[in-house]
């Protein structure tokens, strides 16, 4: 089976599988397709087979047709509809001194319905708006309230890193972000630097976490004695990408070893336990080891 994407322009309906129908379709042709909605205008953004192991769960929306010059006639019209409805609606949100933030209008291809969508921290009571907007434009008014993280995707931008915003493009759901993703991958606590264009944590400090956390369990703990070729010591910091470590030694230098080339670790040492590397009791060769458990030379 052969199948088709394509991006209607709205955050939901970003770059979905379409049934072709037997139309013949290439990237960039504009088409009439079903939705949720009724009809919309979107662009096909690529065209290929499904491989042998892909399953389709459920029927795929369909391409009606090649959007005709009426089709595209049409479009401007709605693109008319949405740019009166925005103008309408932001002063009325002055007028009414309403707490939000309007985003985006996006018009249906019958021009049956337009949908308003907003930011707020709260709910909004916005029934009169809705009537004087409805009264307006003549058509069915839909008010959508969207997270801090939609609005990105809504508007589109560049981000610090020089590339589209991922929820523009690809992300469909967005997964938990915290700062301990940020600590994991040993980047400076900056909410400026850590934070979006929505204000938010980054959805990229997710992309990689996995394997910090597989790379954080491989390599020893932060206090804990280790056992080195160039002596014994307690690991200070840990390079999680180049997977070293740094050592203070008991004469109190300093030294840089890859995790791979640790002699013997022992467990993190209390904080009102002895120090003094693995003299204190962490390794086997200061004199107290930590019991067989610790130590694989115990027989």
């Given at each position: 089976?052969?199948?088709?994407?394509?991006?209607?322009?709205?955050?939901?309906?970003?770059?979905?599988?379409?049934?072709?129908?037997?139309?013949?379709?290439?990237?960039?042709?504009?088409?009439?397709?079903?939705?949720?909605?009724?009809?919309?205008?979107?662009?096909?953004?690529?065209?290929?087979?499904?491989?042998?192991d892909?399953?389709?769960?459920?029927?795929?929306?369909?391409?009606?047709?090649?959007?005709?010059?009426?089709d595209?006639?049409?479009?401007?019209?709605i693109?008319?509809?949405?740019?009166?409805?925005?103008?309408?609606?932001?002063?009325?949100?002055?007028?009414?001194?309403?707490?939000?933030?309007?985003?985006?209008?996006?018009?249906?291809?019958?021009?049956?319905?337009?949908?308003?969508y907003?930011?707020?921290?709260?709910?909004?009571?916005?029934?009169?708006?809705?009537?004087?907007?409805?009264?307006?434009?003549?058509t069915?008014?839909?008010?959508?309230?969207?997270?801090?993280?939609?609005?990105?995707?809504?508007?589109?931008?560049?981000?610090?890193?020089?590339?589209?915003?991922?929820?523009?493009?690809?992300?469909?759901?967005?997964?938990?972000?915290?700062?301990?993703?940020?600590?994991?991958?040993?980047?400076?606590?900056?909410?400026?630097?850590?934070?979006?264009?929505?204000?938010?944590?980054?959805?990229?400090?997710?992309?990689?976490?996995?394997?910090?956390?597989?790379?954080?369990?491989?390599?020893?703990?932060?206090?804990s004695?280790?056992?080195?070729?160039?002596?014994?010591?307690?690991?200070?910091?840990?390079?999680?990408?180049?997977?070293?470590?740094?050592?203070?030694?008991?004469?109190?230098?300093?030294?840089?070893?890859?995790?791979?080339?640790l002699?013997?670790?022992?467990?993190?040492?209390?904080?009102?336990?002895?120090?003094?590397?693995?003299?204190?009791?962490?390794?086997?060769?200061?004199?107290?080891?930590?019991?067989?458990?610790?130590?694989?030379?115990?027989?």
């Amino acid at each position: 089976m052969k199948t088709v994407r394509i991006n209607l322009g709205e955050t939901e309906y970003q770059d979905q599988h379409y049934d072709p129908r037997g139309v013949t379709l290439q990237p960039g042709d504009q088409v009439v397709v079903e939705t949720k909605w009724g009809q919309g205008l979107g662009r096909v953004f690529s065209t290929f087979p499904l491989f042998p192991d892909q399953k389709i769960t459920e029927p795929l929306p369909a391409v009606i047709r090649i959007a005709t010059a009426r089709d595209r006639a049409n479009e401007e019209r709605i693109r008319r509809l949405e740019t009166d409805g925005r103008a309408f609606c932001s002063r009325k949100i002055t007028e009414f001194g309403l707490p939000m933030k309007l985003v985006d209008v996006k018009a249906s291809f019958d021009r049956s319905r337009v949908t308003f969508y907003f930011y707020a921290d709260d709910r909004i009571d916005f029934r009169e708006l809705v009537k004087d907007l409805a009264q307006h434009l003549h058509t069915r008014i839909e008010m959508r309230q969207i997270r801090a993280r939609d609005v990105g995707s809504k508007l589109g931008c560049v981000g610090p890193c020089g590339r589209e915003l991922c929820c523009k493009t690809f992300l469909k759901e967005y997964e938990p972000i915290s700062v301990r993703m940020a600590k994991d991958q040993n980047l400076p606590l900056n909410p400026s630097k850590l934070a979006g264009m929505c204000g938010r944590l980054k959805c990229c400090l997710r992309y990689e976490h996995s394997m910090y956390e597989e790379v954080k369990r491989r390599l020893p703990k932060i206090g804990s004695p280790a056992e080195a070729p160039e002596g014994i010591g307690i690991v200070k910091t840990r390079n999680l990408l180049a997977e070293t470590v740094v050592i203070e030694l008991e004469d109190g230098a300093q030294i840089t070893v890859k995790a791979a080339d640790l002699i013997h670790v022992g467990p993190p040492l209390d904080e009102d336990g002895p120090r003094g590397g693995c003299g204190g009791g962490g390794c086997p060769s200061g004199g107290r080891g930590v019991g067989p458990e610790a130590d694989p030379t115990h027989s």
